[in-house]
């Protein structure tokens, strides 16, 4: 089975910091490409960050330079360390595989609430 299991989320004051995991199993997770989306209230989900499987990374203009995404192939976990977060990066964060031939159904995400 192949599996995508997102943590880290919560609540915290603009400006601070939040990291969120995601491990995948039932996979030979090196060889993807991976992503984080996230999708906030009344909003489509959106692509926020990829990285390949040489590590190269991409990110959506309106996180670039806050957040970093990373992976550890040892541990088939791909990561988002988000930084001076804003009260508009409030959204359910998921993470996927970032071609859309290999997307998986949804999981359940992980909800990542920024306050003013």
């Known amino acids: 089975q192949v599996q995508l299991v997102e943590s880290g989320g919560g609540l915290v004051q603009a400006g601070g910091s939040l990291r969120l995991s995601c491990a995948a199993s039932?996979?030979?997770?090196?060889?993807?490409?991976m992503a984080w989306y996230r999708q906030g209230p009344g909003k489509q989900r959106e692509l926020v960050a990829s990285?390949?499987?040489?590590?190269?990374?991409m990110y959506a203009d309106s996180v670039k330079g806050r957040f970093t995404i990373s992976r550890d192939n040892a541990e088939k976990s791909v990561y988002l360390q988000m930084n001076s977060l804003k009260p508009e990066d409030t959204a359910v964060y998921y993470c996927?595989?970032?071609?859309?031939?290999?997307?998986?159904?949804w999981g359940q995400g992980t909800q990542v609430t920024v306050s003013s």
């Open positions: 996927n595989f970032a071609s859309p031939r290999t997307l998986l159904p």
């Open positions: 039932g996979i030979y997770f090196s060889i993807y490409a």
């Open positions: 990285i390949t499987s040489g590590s190269s990374t």
